[in-house]
């Protein structure tokens, strides 16, 4: 079992920036892909960015690529978000999420993909 608290959420201008982390609990986090997904009012849950189990590799989703950096700590059981020049339209609940599977080739980015999520943080944008 892997439970996962996201923190970092906030009101941010355009343009600005903001730093979510994911802690988990649990000794096995290194066996873990790691996900961001977020959710905007109205709208569907769709994915953001996604990690390798020892962060060799990452993959993004194209509405942020060049702009959002995940990244992750493995002796701190940690995920981060590091996200730049945001938008309004980033404006969106953020969960973490963590898939049982390992390898540089695991990185899923669908939903269901995944085992375990998080309750979520709120990042809002202002224009």
């Known amino acids: 079992q892997v439970q996962l608290v996201e923190s970092g959420g906030g009101l941010v201008q355009a343009g600005g920036s903001l730093r979510l982390s994911c802690a988990a609990s649990g000794r096995t986090f290194s066996s873990y892909a790691m996900g961001w997904f977020r959710q905007a009012p109205g709208k569907e849950r769709e994915f953001v960015a996604a990690?390798?189990?020892?962060?060799?590799?990452?993959v993004y989703a194209d509405s942020v690529k060049g702009r959002f950096t995940i990244s992750r700590d493995n002796a701190k059981n940690t995920v981060y978000l590091q996200m730049n020049s945001l938008k309004p339209e980033d404006t969106a609940v953020y969960y973490c999420?963590?898939?049982?599977?390992?390898?540089?080739?695991?990185?899923?980015?669908?939903?269901?993909?995944?085992?375990?999520w998080g309750q979520g943080t709120q990042v809002t944008v202002s224009s």
């Open positions: 990690i390798s189990w020892r962060g060799g590799s990452t």
């Open positions: 999420a963590a898939a049982r599977c390992s390898g540089y080739g695991c990185l899923p980015w669908r939903g269901y993909e995944y085992d375990y």
